[in-house]
């Protein structure tokens, strides 16, 4: 595209589709061909581009020419711009495709079970079929996702998927007039079941999964009916003041990976209140780390939890407005939260003098499109903001200058629905939970060659060995060869290494991390060779590009790996796994944002702890 208008029409569904999202063209405001908006004005509507193309795509199946035309007038973008931004998301399409898309996760939890499914997927009239990267499905591996355009745009998630369910759904999809509603074989295939992603459902012990299968996540009354919100209304007793010091008297750390003391990052915002400034929270809910799908389990099955340590949290940083920033491949996490969400306004919990008092804070709900860098705050913040999803440097951090520039304090859905039960047991006991450098609660997504996956919940302090016999011991066949611990950007350890305590501390000094909470097995079946190629063709293909350490060094460790494993090393297999190292020594040292920093953890651990090439 060019910075200036080509003569490219938008067809009819384009329009409708963009009107919808922004209002129809009024006679003041905008005209084709001509647009009247301030500079200001135009800035402040940049924010509406990603939800523009959502709706574009989801009404025609893919984003035209024409279509980035008439985005660019209504919101006062170079089209160049607005192909830009399209171009960077995974889940966008800029060329012409049936409207009937269904997305194979090919990610490493679903290689342990995809063994029955055809090494070329084959497309047909109507519909395609692409491999995808993780899902957040893990538990329920192996999956898919299928998407239908349309003037009642469909998606569903099929987990676990075979060749012969995938069919029956495409089918049933296809098989409808372009735009009707579609009646789908066996129910509903993705409502949450906890049976599946919740094995610890209904015990007693519980307090971040209590509620998961035992209420409707879309009764606000079945919520407050287990104590839902009295943890707000004690909270707002407390005042700002007050619930700041419980929360550093907790001792939470961010569950994200980044283990930041959630206490101080409150604290950070509501010490600049006397400045005047907009504060924002910002729930980070882009949980695309292959292996992760905590954050999924939370927000489908206990949406309410989320809004209430939101709006906990907003209280103590002096923050109006939120944002939860949730991946684009999660459509029931997606509507479960809207429906709270409108269900949260309608019963006093959302809006102006929330239970009466004088506090008001709101929250909107932004869906991502398939970029793991997303993830990164910073990016994050571009993304909300109609930019491409590429990291900011740091200082400014965004406590000072976050989203809109504006002080902006960011944590993950696993650390907010903490906030609610330090507000209920208070900090100092909900401190005493856990060990002396990581209190209280933690989740762990158990997947691969497990005999029970799903998400776990435990104290800090359980040991690798521990969780596992909770899950029900080691599945596939048996003889465990490895675990990988926190995700694509974690570490592999080794069966020696099962009394591990999984904490902060425990991890870090065998050289691992908790990551995002992942925990997957692998038996002696398994090619970790394999493995380790399909995390670096996900880290060559997450990264944005913007710098030269991770956009060359993720090339170069997936070409390097490929020449090992086909036995075509660079001198020796001995020189080409020095130059891996030294290539991940560069990505850390000077990569801008976490994920070039990580790119070649996963894969070191393993030359650490085994003899894979030698």
């Avoid at 007038?73 to 399409?93: I, K, Q, T």
């Avoid at 395609?128 to 998606?155: D, N």
């Amino acid at each position: 595209m060019d910075i200036h208008l080509t003569g490219d029409q938008p067809s009819v569904e384009e329009k409708a589709a963009v009107d919808s999202e922004l209002g129809g063209p009024g006679p003041l405001a905008w005209q084709p061909g001509r647009v009247a908006y301030t500079g200001h004005e135009s800035r402040s509507r940049r924010h509406l581009l990603l939800p523009v193309l959502h709706a574009v795509q989801a009404r025609a199946g893919w984003i035209g020419k024409g279509a980035v035309n008439y985005v660019a007038e209504r919101l006062d973008l170079p089209p160049a711009d607005v192909y830009g931004v399209a171009s960077f998301y995974g889940m966008f399409s800029l060329e012409p495709r049936p409207p009937v898309v269904a997305h194979v996760c090919d990610d490493i939890a679903c290689m342990v079970g995809q063994a029955s499914w055809p090494a070329k997927l084959q497309d047909g009239e109507g519909y395609v079929i692409q491999r995808s990267p993780c899902l957040g499905l893990c538990e329920r591996a192996p999956a898919a996702l299928v998407t239908a355009a349309g003037e009642t745009p469909r998606e569903r998630v099929l987990a676990p998927a075979t060749p012969e369910s995938l069919r029956e759904l495409i089918e049933s999809l296809v098989g409808q007039p372009f735009g009707a509603a579609a009646a789908l074989p066996g129910g509903v295939p993705d409502a949450l079941n906890p049976q599946l992603s919740v094995p610890q459902a209904g015990q007693p012990q519980l307090r971040l999964l209590r509620r998961v299968g035992q209420i409707d996540p879309s009764d606000l009354d079945d919520y407050r009916r287990l104590g839902g919100y009295e943890a707000l209304r004690a909270a707002l007793d407390l005042g700002p003041e007050g619930v700041l010091r419980e929360l550093n008297e907790s001792r939470l750390l961010g569950r994200g990976g980044a283990a930041f003391p959630t206490g101080k990052k409150s604290e950070a915002l509501h010490q600049q209140i006397p400045l005047g400034k907009t504060h924002y929270l910002v729930c980070n809910a882009d949980e695309s780390e292959p292996g992760t799908f905590k954050d999924r389990i939370v927000m489908e099955g206990d949406p309410f939890a989320l809004l209430e340590g939101m709006s906990i949290v907003a209280l103590a940083a002096g923050a109006r407005k939120g944002y939860i920033y949730i991946r684009g491949e999660y459509p029931l996490a997606t509507e479960t939260l809207l429906r709270a969400i409108r269900s949260a306004r309608a019963g006093g919990m959302l809006g102006d003098r929330i239970f009466g008092r004088d506090f008001q804070f709101d929250i909107e709900l932004r869906r991502g499109a398939g970029a793991y860098i997303c993830g990164e705050e910073t990016a994050l913040f571009n993304s909300i903001e109609g930019y491409r999803g590429e990291p900011r440097n740091k200082p400014p951090f965004p406590t000072q200058a976050g989203l809109f520039r504006q002080p902006t304090v960011v944590n993950n859905v696993e650390t907010l629905v903490n906030v609610p039960e330090i507000i209920r047991i208070g900090g100092p006991a909900y401190s005493r939970i856990g060990t002396a450098q990581s209190a209280g609660y933690r989740l762990f997504c158990l997947s691969g060659h497990v005999a029970r996956p799903g998400v776990y919940e435990a104290a800090f302090g359980v040991t690798l060995r521990e969780l596992i016999e909770l899950a029900g011991g080691v599945g596939g066949n048996g003889r465990l060869q490895a675990v990988l611990l926190g995700g694509a950007a974690g570490a592999f350890v080794a069966p020696k290494e099962l009394d591990t305590p999984l904490t902060f501390e425990g991890t870090r000094a065998i050289g691992a991390t908790l990551g995002s909470g992942v925990v997957m097995l692998f038996d002696d079946s398994i090619d970790l060779k394999r493995i380790l190629l399909r995390i670096a063709a996900f880290m060559r293909d997450e990264s944005c590009g913007q710098c030269v350490p991770c956009r060359v060094g993720t090339i170069r460790q997936e070409e390097a790996l490929h020449r090992l494993i086909e036995g075509h090393a660079l001198g020796s297999a001995g020189t080409e796994v020095q130059l891996l190292r030294e290539m991940g020594q560069a990505m850390r040292d000077a990569s801008i944002c976490g994920l070039g920093q990580t790119a070649s953890s996963a894969l070191e651990s393993a030359l650490s702890r085994w003899s894979l090439f030698s």
